[in-house]
């Protein structure tokens, strides 16, 4: 079955520490998007990427650094400079056609302890 | 900044009754727009998406668009208690921005029996 995969489910750091999400799609789609979302807040963009090698910055890129070293993997590494990480983050791509439907990942939940 | 309002809830709707979401958009150039479902701490889900002017409806959910006015609302039919969930309303932004969706932070639904 086609789909996203984001791992690890659930993950717990350090203050201080760098920790790297990763996501990987098989769905052959260009672009891939890191979401973040805090409890009772929509979805926020921090990456994104509509080709390999390339990637731009959304909403909220601070703290934040992400590859796109082939097409169907996106990792999202968490930097010690992101001071409030503590958040859901979701990844997705899509195709370019006239819908723009997001698929997503099951997501990954960061906890700083 | 281009914005997409909802209202946060949470909306109560009896078992079998009629829930009417509603969502706003500041950007005139958005081209698509997405209703997706989240239950707690699980990824977004896509119900519906509709991009022309009127209604679109998909078994027990009518998206309903008006650009002039710049809203999309969602109406659930019959609502079950498995409808208790997020809505999460999306705005793509246009051609320039393929696949970058803006999200709303969300309208909580709770279906009561």
């Known amino acids: 079955d086609g789909g996203i995969t984001q791992s690890p489910k659930y993950l717990f750091r350090k203050e201080g520490q760098n920790v790297t999400l990763s996501c990987e799609q098989n769905?052959?789609?260009?672009?891939m998007y890191w979401y973040r979302q805090d409890p009772g807040q929509g979805l926020r963009l921090i990456y994104y990427?509509?080709?390999?090698?390339?990637?731009q910055k959304g909403d909220i890129a601070e703290g934040y650094s992400v590859s796109r070293e082939k097409k169907e993997s996106f990792p999202l590494t968490v930097t010690s400079a992101q001071k409030n990480p503590t958040a859901f983050y979701l990844c997705?791509?899509?195709?370019?056609?006239?819908?723009?439907?997001?698929?997503f990942g099951e997501g990954s939940r960061l906890t700083v302890l | 900044q281009k914005e997409v309002e909802q209202n946060s809830g949470p909306l109560s709707v009896p078992e079998g009754a009629i829930a009417s979401l509603n969502c706003t958009y500041s950007d005139r150039g958005s081209q698509s727009f997405f209703w997706y479902r989240q239950y707690s701490g699980k990824s977004p889900e896509l119900i519906m998406f509709i991009y022309s002017n009127g209604d679109k409806e998909d078994g027990r959910f009518t998206a309903q668009l008006n650009k002039a006015s710049q809203y999309v609302s969602l109406l659930i039919r019959d609502s079950q208690p498995s409808d208790s969930a997020t809505y999460l309303c999306?705005?793509?932004?246009?051609?320039?921005?393929?696949?970058?969706?803006?999200f709303g932070a969300g309208t909580q639904v709770v279906v009561t029996p």
């Open positions: 990427s509509q080709i390999v090698n390339d990637f």
């Open positions: 769905l052959n789609h260009d672009a």
């Open positions: 999306a705005v793509n932004l246009g051609t320039d921005s393929w696949g970058k969706l803006q």
């Open positions: 997705a791509s899509n195709n370019r056609d006239y819908t723009g439907e997001l698929f």
